[in-house]
Each structure stands twice: as C-alpha cells, then as structure tokens.
C-alpha cells in the first residue's frame, strides 16, 4: 500500500508561536495534497489543499508547501491557538482512482 | 444541522453479530466515502461511491463488509460475523466534487467495539 509518514508524533508549541508539522510520502505519482485537522471525537476536517503543480498554497494562517524532488509536505500554522490543539493528518491521492492514503497523524498541542 | 450524519455514534457487539452503520451525506453530494480509523492511526480508505454506484472497495474490505447507497443518498455499511479486530471507528464523507479534488465533509462516525 502507499505510505504517507509524519515526522514527528507529537509537538508542542507556545501560543502564539508558529507550527510546521511536516509529512513524508511515497508515492511520486500523487499529484493531490490534503491536510487534515481531527479534534478528539471528531471527524477529519479539511484545512487546505495543494496540488502537485504547485509549491505552495496560503489559506487563512495556514501555509501547505510541497517538496516533490523529496516527496516532502509541510503545513504551517501562524500565530498557533489553543484551538489548533488537535492531530493533523496530511494526505495524499495517487492519481489512481478515488482513495487517500493517510498518514499516521501528529498530535499538536498548544500552551497557553 | 446540514452537515454528514452517521448512526450510531457508538455500538457495542458480541463477536459474530452482524451490524449496520448509516450514513446520511450533505444533501446533493454525490462522492461518499468510508474509511475505518483505529486509535492513533489516521484514517484508511474502504469503500467510494459516486452517487449510487460502487466505484471502488480497498483490499481490506474483506468479504464480511458490505456497502450501499441505493438511491445516491443515504449509504450502510454493514459488518457481518464481526470480530474484535473490526473494533474502530468508521467514518463517513461526502464531497460535491466531480474529481477527488476538493473538501470532503466528514461525519462524527460511529465507535464500533467488538466484545
């Protein structure tokens, strides 16, 4: 199967500070980039997007970059809240059909 | 509330029962999806239905899972002869996209725990 992998399991920022949650994948044929946010007891809920031809895509506070010569994404959070609080999934589509491969997630956590 | 629907949020079965999971889609999104989620992963694809046809089914939805959509609207996943090792969460999305790009909406999903 794919492998989407995150570098770090956890991370704990200061309120206020910027967060890079970082994702590597396997697949240099995905050409589709989603980062997810999941708070406990609750479903995925979509952050942003990217696509493969394109390195980098801003939302609001959220910048997703991607790195296809090492198959590398990254998602920065400006100015961290504690709302932010929540495991990030970054995910990605083959191009083969309709499925996404997850990664395993990073908890981030906040501190006041 | 308009957002996706699935019922029960939690259901709790003896080894070997049968159990059905429903879904209730944002109204009009023709992509729905479920994927299975176990603690401290993220979530794994099983099955995508574009409106109500079946489109794909991931290799790990094995012969005891079934799912349906009949009208494009509504869909159930159904675990026949559960086992302990089907205790996950299942979730459920739905998209208006004609392509995999673009937001899906997921559901709370539903905790399944098989005793």
């Known amino acids: 199967g794919e492998s989407v992998g995150l570098h770090l399991p956890t991370l704990s920022v200061q309120e206020g500070d910027n967060s890079i949650i970082n994702c590597a994948y396997s697949?240099?044929?995905?050409?589709?980039f989603i980062w997810y946010k999941q708070e406990s007891g609750k479903g995925p809920q979509f952050i942003i997007d990217?696509?493969?031809?394109?390195d980098k895509r801003q939302g609001q506070r959220v910048t997703v970059l991607l790195n296809k010569t090492v198959k590398h994404l990254s998602l920065q959070i400006a100015a961290t809240q504690p709302g932010d609080s929540a495991v990030y999934f970054c995910?990605?589509?083959?191009?083969?059909?309709?499925?996404?491969?997850f990664g395993t997630g990073t908890s981030l956590t906040v501190i006041p | 509330d308009t957002g996706v629907s699935q019922d029960p949020r939690h259901k709790i079965t003896k080894r070997g029962q049968n159990v059905t999971f429903r879904c209730d889609p944002i109204?009009?999104?023709?992509?729905l999806y479920w994927y299975r989620q176990t603690l401290g992963q993220g979530p794994e694809f099983l099955t995508y239905?574009?409106?109500?046809?079946?489109?794909?089914k991931s290799r790990l939805l094995s012969d005891r899972f079934s799912a349906e959509r009949p009208k494009g609207s509504f869909s159930t996943l159904e675990i026949q002869r559960t086992e302990q090792g089907d205790s996950a969460m299942y979730l459920c999305?739905?998209?208006?996209?004609?392509?995999?790009?673009?937001?899906?909406?997921f559901g709370q999903g539903t905790r399944l725990t098989v005793v």
């Open positions: 995910a990605e589509n083959p191009n083969t059909g309709n499925q996404f491969y």
């Open positions: 990217i696509r493969s031809n394109m």
């Open positions: 109204s009009e999104h023709n992509r």
């Open positions: 697949n240099s044929a995905s050409d589709y």
């Open positions: 239905f574009q409106n109500e046809a079946q489109l794909e």
């Open positions: 999305a739905s998209s208006p996209s004609f392509t995999p790009d673009g937001e899906a909406f």
